[in-house]
């Protein structure tokens, strides 16, 4: 009826991989006794423990960290540049939102799209906001779309092994004019004409392939871009909820939102 206590002998981590056994194997405790699989489902430690383990899975986000799951895209027309995104937040199979804004303002004229851990891309969102209104008010002059591109780019890369950050960094200049700039996870940065992102960009390639054409207007490109992400939304069920949109020209800028009901390509 008495338990035993740990023989003298015993080396610590045996003790921690016994303790993690007999737990379940939770972030914390790998986090205290088997670090090196900290981000495992189930660490190979307690897989020596309790027999083998097929299939480990790894954690991308933390324990209960928000995910975007999300449909993104930015275009640019002549005279600026078209910003859409879907509005779903999810945890795990949990909609922790269903109207999320993200799409967000880094300067007067210049936007990023926000996919991956929501904290990360907000946390870099308001870095970067706070280096251009440092650049405004040394220089008196508006910031440049490649300077607000760069510094993403930089943030994203400098800490890749630390966040799970896809971002699009779009908006209009007096230099340049539209712009988009695409900062996948990892920290790489390709200007384009446009470009999708998120989970449910995946099934929209071939549709944005095949209809996006040079030289389109600015009714034909918010026209594409609600119908590409339409048709992402309906595939992706990490994606849905309204579709926003953002145009930025040189006039300034203009917020529209498109109902869950009134989408061109309806839930399937």
Known sequence: GTKKSPSIGTPMADLGLGMIANRGGGFVDRELFDPMHVMEHTSSASASVNGPVEDLQYEFLKDGEVDLGTSIMAVAYEGGVVLGADSRTSTGVYIANRVTNKITP??????????????????????????????????????????AANLVQQLCYQNKNMLSAGMVVAGWDAFKGGQVYSIPIGGAMLQRPFTIGGSGSTYIYGYCDAYFTEGMNREQTEDFVRNALSHAMARDGSSGGVVRTVTISEAGVERKMLPGNKLPFGPL
Do not use: C, W
């Open 106 to 147: 880094i300067d007067d004229r210049i936007y990023v799209l926000r996919s991956g851990s929501a904290a990360d891309t907000q946390a870099v969102s308001d870095y970067v906001k706070y280096f251009l209104d440092n650049h405004r008010m040394e220089y008196g002059n508006p910031s440049k779309v490649s300077t």
